[in-house]
């Protein structure tokens, strides 16, 4: 299974971005999809959370500003960000879960500053 992020980049405190996750495999085949992040010198955290029947869950940190989405045609799951802020600033990595197996994306940068 590949699952290829894309969409970071540099964007200003309580500017937007929009990550892109694409798997290579049906989505409709996990379990549940999902977001992580990691900042510098942190731990890798658990952003957004999209299961097989469109139940989401999302980190308090990150409720109301951020929303994840998927399409099952197009095997993509995104993750809407908006009013970012500094402390959004990380890594964000795409993960699926199948039979309690974790796939992992090769993880695209966000960095919010001015």
């Known amino acids: 299974v590949q699952l290829q992020a894309c969409g970071g980049g540099l964007v200003q405190p309580g500017g937007s971005l929009r990550l892109s996750c694409a798997a290579s495999?049906?989505?409709?085949?996990?379990?549940?999809m999902g977001w992580y992040r990691q900042a510098p010198g942190k731990q890798r955290e658990p952003v957004a959370r999209i299961g097989s029947i469109e139940f989401t869950s999302y980190a308090d940190s990150v409720k109301g500003r951020f929303t994840i989405s998927r399409d099952n045609a197009k095997n993509t799951v995104d993750l809407q960000m908006n009013s970012l802020k500094p402390e959004d600033t990380a890594v964000y990595y795409c993960n699926a879960v199948s039979t309690l197996t974790n796939y992992w994306g090769q993880g695209t940068e966000v960095t919010v500053s001015s």
């Open positions: 495999r049906s989505i409709g085949s996990f379990d549940a």
